[in-house]
C-alpha cells in the first residue's frame, strides 16, 4: 500500500473515533502529515479523505490555500512598484494573514459549516517563505466549531511539525496523523 492510501486509512481510524465536546480550538485540529513529493498524489485523493469523513457522519469542506497569495497580491495597490523594487514590499505575513482569515470567514459563511463539520486545508506548501503555518491554523481554528484537517507537507518527529521539512520547526497541540501510524 502506497504512502497516501496508508495516511487516508490513518485518517479514516481516527475520524470515526467519537468527538469529545468542549475542546480548545487548537485540540479540535488534525493534521495530516505526508510526503512533500507526495502532493499530486494527495490532492487526487481528497474525494476518498471526503468519503472516509462522510462514514463516519461528518460533513466535509475543502478550502484551497494554492493561488490566494498571487489573489492577494493582485489586490493590492501598489503590486506593480513592490516587483520593481522588492525592498518596498510591504510584511506579507501581517496583511497577507488578515486576507486569508476574512477569506476563510467568508467561505464558513457561505457554506453550513457547523460543530460535525470537517473543513480541509491544503495547499499549504503555498505558504512556505510567507507565511507561518502554525500562525495560520492558530487563526483559522478559532473561526469554527469542528475539526480542521490541514493537509500538511512536511514531516513530524518528537512531537515538532517541520514544513516542507525546513530546519525550523515547531511544536503545536494538533492531533498528527502519519502514514505510518495507525489508531
Known amino acids: 500500500m502506497n504512502r ?15 468527538w469529545r465536546e468542549g475542546v480548545a480550538a487548537e485540540q479540535r485540529v488534525i493534521f495530516c502529515i505526508y510526503n512533500m513529493n507526495d ?6 485523493h481528497l474525494g476518498e479523505f471526503q468519503l472516509a469523513t462522510s462514514k463516519a457522519n461528518h460533513s466535509w469542506f475543502q478550502f484551497d490555500l494554492t493561488d490566494t497569495f498571487a489573489e492577494w497580491m493582485s489586490q493590492e495597490r ?5 516587483f520593481k523594487k522588492p525592498e518596498t514590499f510591504p510584511d506579507p ?4 494573514l488578515k486576507y486569508l482569515i476574512k477569506k476563510f470567514e ?6 453550513e459549516v457547523d460543530d460535525n ?16 503555518v502554525s500562525n495560520l491554523v492558530k487563526e483559522f481554528s478559532r ?18 511539525y517541520r514544513h516542507l521539512d525546513a530546519y525550523d520547526g515547531w511544536n503545536y497541540h494538533a492531533i ?6 495507525d489508531f
Do not use: D, W
Request: proline share 5%; glycine share 6%; net charge positive.
Open 4 to 18: 497516501i492510501k496508508k495516511l487516508i486509512e490513518s485518517y479514516s481510524n481516527f475520524i470515526s473515533v467519537p
Open 39 to 44: 502532493e499530486l498524489k494527495l490532492r487526487s
Open 78 to 82: 501598489y503590486a506593480k512598484s513592490f
Open 93 to 96: 505575513p501581517e496583511y497577507y
Open 106 to 111: 467568508t467561505y464558513l459563511k457561505t457554506q
Open 117 to 132: 463539520s470537517v473543513v480541509c486545508i491544503y495547499g499549504v506548501a503555498s505558504l512556505f517563505g510567507f507565511l507561518s
Open 143 to 160: 473561526l469554527l466549531e469542528g475539526r480542521l484537517v490541514v493537509m500538511f507537507p512536511g514531516s513530524y518527529e518528537n512531537n515538532i
Open 176 to 181: 498528527p496523523i502519519t502514514s505510518n501510524k
